[in-house]
């Protein structure tokens, strides 16, 4: 379908289907600034228009190459940017100048303050390192291993060798509750300040020309109910993770940052029960989501019964709805997803490889972006599924 039949699309959309009643939607923050408003109530506005279509990393990096300013997969197979563009600062609070995935947090702030301008939709996740273990000795702490978010394996899993490691396993269980650690009372609580200083430092530097503040959705302590980070489920208490995030949130407000809409997530949930635990809080959420990755029928009808009960919840809560990260590009998501009212939904990063490698994998990588290409174009004539030039104009 053509750019033209898109934005008649829009215009019937507006006229006769309506806005969705604004009434029980509101931003979180007692004093947002009037631009983290303004998304907010766009947000809304775009999510009766249709489901934007997001992609982690975009501009920053891609199956082969590095930040190569306005570069982007999406826009190389389709013409036009994702609406919505994934930031990812892990290891920021190493204070370091580069991520865990080596993007550098000033071509970051770079490429935040450019999309801004573009009128583009800004989200941020943070894969933060894991605060007790990324402190032993033994630990050479690399990006998704030991010393990560992903590091939650128990000692007694043997999977840190000797000879070091055997103090390790007299350790008690309790003290692997790295939630409990960060919390107000734990051992490693100073630390968890140190790292929110330093990402509201860097937020601070997220300003447009006018020297106010770029407002954008933050998605901390994301997929809950899996529980392969140390704040997943089966690490700490669903109390504790509310806490957690409640934390957040008030030390990042307390600095001063009120651009911030903040997204309450989950991995995979079989119901709205499973949903909602650990919820911080209607004061604390601005967005409601799900992750989930995965394809094929079953996938497909999971995927579809939980966007029900989980973007009716967030109606009912006067709450954004997104389905933050799925796997692959798909004609099929963006037909389900028809049938909810969301914000947008987003693909992860196509990451080129972290060493060199052989020709045929290469070969291999650019038959997967070739069909990747195929469905975006497919999403892209699809009226319902937005890119930015889709959203520039709506205000
Ligand atoms: C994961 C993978 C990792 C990456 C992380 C954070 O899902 O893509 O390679 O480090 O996201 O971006």
Redesign the pocket.
Known sequence: MKKFSKSAYFIFVLFFVGCSSSLNYKPTDPQVTPEAKDLFYRLLKLQDIGVMYGHQDDLMCGSTWWYEPDRSDVKEAVGDYPAVAGF?L?EIETGGERS??SVSFAQITERVKWFHRQNGVITVSW?AINPITSQWTDRVKS??GPGSAWDVEKFSSGRYSEPESIKYFEIKADSLNAVKSVLPGGENHAMLNEWLDILAEYFMTWTDEKGKLIPFIFRPWHEHSGSFFWWGRERCTDEEYAELCRYTVNYLRNKGLHNILYAYNTDKVYSLEDFMRGYPGDEYADMLSIDWYGQGAEFNALVDCALNFASKAAIEKGKLFALSECGNVSQDIADILKKYKVSYFLT??N?PPRRPVPENFIQMMEQRREEMNHQLRQMYADPHTLFLKDIQNVR
């Open positions: 990812e892990g865990l995935d894969h990006p998704n992860w990063r990451a």
